[in-house]
């Protein structure tokens, strides 16, 4: 359990072969967010409580094998980019009811959004 305050860690949070869970005082510093499952016996959960600090976040974040984000009700766990096993997820908001790409990988109440990828533009 990440608790009670900011680290400071940069790089890649990863969640594998257990639950990694943030509670509602904890953030962190880094780049990118990593859940993995080598099989539905044995996979990695980033479990997030009520977290103003963690969810407000936009990074990146992978999904590898039976991977899950375990979200309370009302926590939007936000990421510029998704994918799962190598493959991209389509900007929107997914929730456990969700099939495709995304299925079974949403445990909870809460919902992920994907921004997705944008575009700079230049006027002169």
């Not at 359990?1 to 790089?11: D, I, S």
């Not at 997030?48 to 375990?70: C, L, P, T």
């Amino acid at each position: 359990v990440l608790t009670n305050r900011a680290y400071e860690a940069t790089g890649p949070l990863i969640a594998q072969t257990g639950v990694l869970e943030l509670d509602s005082t904890a953030s962190w510093a880094g780049t990118n967010l990593v859940v993995r499952g080598a099989s539905s016996e044995s996979y990695g959960t980033l479990r997030v409580a009520s977290n103003a600090n963690f969810q407000n976040r936009r990074f990146d974040g992978v999904i590898e094998g039976s991977g899950k984000f375990e979200l309370a009700s009302g926590v939007r766990l936000k990421f510029n980019q998704l994918t799962v096993d190598g493959e991209k997820v389509e900007p929107g908001t997914y929730t456990k009811y969700s099939t495709g790409v995304m299925a079974g990988h949403i445990l909870g109440n809460g919902c992920v959004v994907v921004r997705g990828g944008g575009m700079v533009m230049v006027v002169r």
